[in-house]
Nanobody
């Protein structure tokens, strides 16, 4: 019943910015929304998460101070503003939903299809 659709990925030069969007349907406000990323040949890793009610958020150390997660209740959308992008940020980025606000990928129940982010040096 839950659907998550990511958008906003693309090509950007190192030091540039992108804003990813996660349009959600079928979620209740007790859910948290997280962002994960997966580079070729690597495991999927946690990036950031936000609790819908109250909007509390936390980040992986690798993106802290550069990425900002936020929500727009009217649009049922979670955003991730990505600033000061580095080539090592290149990956497919996934939006996911969990009943708990957590970094643990195994706790996330619903997933989008992903959007590609490529950062050139």
């Amino acid at each position: 019943q839950v659907q998550l659709v990511e958008s906003g990925g693309g090509l950007v030069q190192a030091g540039g910015s992108l804003r990813l969007s996660c349009a959600a349907s079928g979620l209740t406000f007790n859910y948290a929304v997280g962002w994960f990323r997966q580079a070729p040949g690597k495991e999927r890793e946690f990036v950031a998460a936000l609790r819908w009610i109250g909007g509390s958020s936390y980040y992986a150390d690798s993106v802290k101070g550069r990425f900002i997660i936020s929500r727009d209740n009217a649009k049922n959308t979670v955003y991730m503003q990505m600033n000061s992008l580095k080539p090592e940020d290149t990956a497919v980025y996934f939006c996911a939903a969990s009943r708990k606000s957590t970094r643990d990928i195994e706790e996330y129940d619903y997933w989008g299809q992903g959007t590609q982010v490529t950062v050139s040096s």
